[in-house]
């Protein structure tokens, strides 16, 4: 028996399906933990194949392959040096699980299998993975260790296992994706797990952007006591040794690093770089163009790029129609001086004209509407494709939240692009993260000191400008009361009636709701973007197209009324 343990947390950010890069990281990682005299090492959940590895589990050959891969690496542990606790897909009697794998003495040891298997949200474990048998703890390196998988401490049942049946301590891996309010969620469960077991605890979470998700890291170590022994930066990777020692009370954490994570708009901000940044560096785009239109979206979305990436892999057009003011012109140039990016204007009146002739006998005898405003934004599009076929740089859409919403944005046209950083954020979110970054900078953004977008961008009421004197309010609601709707809608699923009752007019909060039901073949259709709040647009909300379903606002029955 020990009394003393050292174990290595690596906080780490892999690359779904590389998994000679996530090995060969793995490698360099155990080389300085065993410098720094550890015993063992965590590694986030399925860190072999890289999380969430979806559908690829489903092919036999993957699978094997990363066997093939913890095998050859279980067999350098023979070696003498730390053992490694490594989450992997592992087959096992025809059927396959998400697993955590010791790896010690020249082989693998033993294994664990994830019994809560979420699907639910952004999460569809059951479609891919077998429901793991309840654990007990595995024996390593002399110490009686619990390995509950990510969603495994969200419910009681896994830790009261390992605890009943002699666990000395929790070492849990997870790949939990970052939304504004998943801090919290975690350290209340982490902390009542360590309350009813009395087990002080290891929370080990990825780090890194995956598609449409992102990872904050920001893992922490809790001692049964509750205090924070450890606390790993957020957004970053992280390789910190910790010391474990056995007292008269259990086990202990020694106090280490402790870099306490940021919340609110810092927070999302620094995970829309990430995510952006992870997007294209893990896809190989040289970098990123986008329409710069003079507008708030456009320079935020632009702002994030170069602090993701660098103002030397940012490209930025204006592609002004005759409806195009001159501060709109003015504003575009300034925040691209700002931001030090290379930026053109590719003026779109001629293709608007040749489409104007081309629809003119189609067109005859009607009126200007949409339709020609819809023109103009695909004319948009069209350019920036071109411009991305041309030279490489994947096209960065900018619409937010809120319009998305609502529909308000053209499929093809502005809609167009590889990925979209705000879409979901809401307006007003949009307008606080301007005025947060122009007088803030977080370490790790690549762009300059100082303001990033000049301050009218963000005074100034937002327009389309695809008609003269275009406000965004002449066709929708205040966007405070807009966002306001939406959270209820689509945060909360709250009803209409009750929506009402917080204050809001009936009639916009149906007009809103019918917006965004109308919406949803737009939705279905728009590029990827990062997950920030607590229910973004795809995986997570998955409503019908075809639906016939309107609703009708009943006003609720007060008591003394149904009397």
Known sequence: MTDKLIITLAQLNPRVGDIEGNFAKLRRVRAQAAAEGADVILTPELYACGYPPEDLVLKPMFV???????????AETADGGPAILLGAPWAEDDKLYNALVLLDGGKVQGARYKVDLPNYGVFDEKRVFDVGPMPGPMDVRGVRIGV???????????????????????????????????????????????????????????????????????????????????????????????????????????????????????????????GLRDYVTKNGFPGVILGMSGGIDSALSAAVAVDALGPDKVRCVMMP???????????AAAAAKLLGVDYTTVNIGPA????ETMLADQFAGTEPDITE???????????????????????????????????????????????????????????????WRNATKPADCLGPD????????ITKPPSAELRPDQKDEDSLPPYPVLDGILTELIENETPVADIVAKGYDSETVLKVWRLLDRAEYKRRQ?????????????????????????????????????E
């Not at 094997?64 to 279980?74: F, N, Q, T, Y």
Request: glycine share 8%; net charge negative.
């Open 450 to 457: 100082g303001p990033v977008m000049p301050e009218r961008i």
């Open 373 to 435: 405003e819809n023109v103009q934004a695909r004319s948009r599009g069209i350019t920036l494709m071109a411009l991305s076929n041309k030279f490489g740089h994947m096209v960065l859409s900018t619409g937010n939240k809120s319009e998305m919403s609502v529909g308000y944005a053209t499929l093809y046209g502005d809609m167009c692009g590889g990925y979209s950083v705000l879409k979901d954020v809401y307006k007003t979110t949009v307008f606080a993260l301007c005025h």
């Open 321 to 331: 129609s005759p409806y195009t003011s001159d501060h709109s012109l003015e504003d």
């Open 64 to 74: 094997s392959e990363v066997r093939d891969a913890v095998e050859a690496l279980a």
């Open 526 to 562: 728009a590029p990827p973007g990062v997950k920030l709040t607590s229910r973004s647009f795809g995986k997570e909300r998955r409503y019908p197209i075809t639906n016939a379903f309107v609703g009708v606002y009943r006003p609720k029955k007060t008591q003394q009324a149904a």
């Open 352 to 355: 608007m004209q040749a489409f």
């Open 148 to 274: 509950p998988i990510c969603e495994d401490i969200w419910t009681p049942d896994v830790v009261e296992c390992v605890s009943e049946t002699g666990g000395e301590l929790l070492l849990v891996p997870n790949g939990s994706p970052f939304d504004s309010q998943k801090l919290d969620n975690r350290l209340q469960h982490a902390t009542s797990r360590v309350v009813e077991s009395g087990l002080p605890m290891v929370y080990l979470n990825q780090v890194g952007g995956q598609d449409e998700l992102v990872f904050d890291g920001a893992s922490f170590v809790l001692n049964a006591d509750r205090t924070v022994a450890a606390h790993l930066p957020a957004w970053e990777e992280a390789v910190v040794t910790t010391t474990w020692t056995r007292g008269p009370d259990g086990w202990s954490c020694a106090t280490t690093e402790t870099v306490e994570p940021k919340t609110g708009l810092e927070a999302t901000y620094r995970a829309m770089v990430v």
